[in-house]
């Protein structure tokens, strides 16, 4: 079946300690999303790629950075996690005109 | 700029009864308009989606959607509650023309009780 996976499900990190999540699609979407999800809260969009064109949200932290080597790979890396970094990240891909397809998650903890 | 609002941080049930999730939408344009489902620690599942046509959109497990263009809303529906549906739903909005980046609402969590 198509769709996004996430890896790893959950994820330890030490604080300071750089740390990467994937996210691989097999939709052929052209648009990839990372959301930071707190506390059951509305996700929070950090950036997402149209293609390869990368687009930062305003209020995104430098500490989020993120690379799309491919259509099918996104990655999120976290330079350098503080304890407020601990959440739920989301990748999610679409079509420009269609609804999203969100992967599983990380649950990423900050130790 | 869009918006979409959920004005109940939570809704409860009887299993069995009908159940209704509320939301509103601002666009300046025509929406595109969705509602996801959470469950604990996974991702958002797509529930359903209103494009253009019938007012009533017909989702994933029995959920349906009404589309109110007057009262900007799109209101999530179930004429029966399973203790199953019991999760985190979330409406979203894009506006329709050309692309845009969806917005969310805060979610609204569902409890229904056995």
């Known amino acids: 079946d198509a769709m996004v996976i996430q890896n790893p499900r959950y994820q330890v990190t030490q604080f300071g300690k750089p740390v990467t999540l994937s996210c691989s699609q097999t939709l052929n979407h052209n648009v990839m999303y990372w959301y930071q999800q707190k506390s059951s809260q509305a996700p929070k969009l950090l950036f997402h790629y149209y293609d390869k064109d990368f687009n930062n949200e305003a209020d995104t932290p430098d500490n989020f950075q993120s690379r799309r080597p491919n259509t099918s790979f996104c990655f999120l890396d976290i330079r350098s996690p503080g304890l407020g970094d601990a959440a739920m990240y989301l990748c999610?891909?679409?079509?420009?005109?269609?609804?999203?397809?969100f992967g599983s998650g990380t649950r990423l903890t900050v130790v | 700029a869009q918006s979409v609002a959920q004005p109940e941080d939570q809704v409860n049930v009887a299993e069995g009864n009908p159940l209704t999730v509320k939301c509103t939408y601002s666009v300046s344009g025509n929406p595109y308009l969705f509602w996801y489902v959470q469950y604990p620690n996974r991702g958002l599942q797509f529930l359903l989606k209103?494009?253009?046509?019938?007012?009533l959109v017909k989702g994933s497990y029995g959920f349906e959607a009404e589309f109110n263009k007057s009262q900007t809303s799109f209101h999530l529906k179930k004429p029966s509650a399973l203790v199953s549906d019991s999760a985190l739903y979330f409406c979203a909005v894009r506006d329709m023309g050309g692309y845009q980046k969806v917005t969310f609402g805060t979610g609204t969590k569902l409890q229904v009780i056995p």
């Open positions: 999610a891909t679409s079509r420009a005109d269609s609804s999203y397809t």
């Open positions: 209103y494009i253009t046509g019938d007012n």
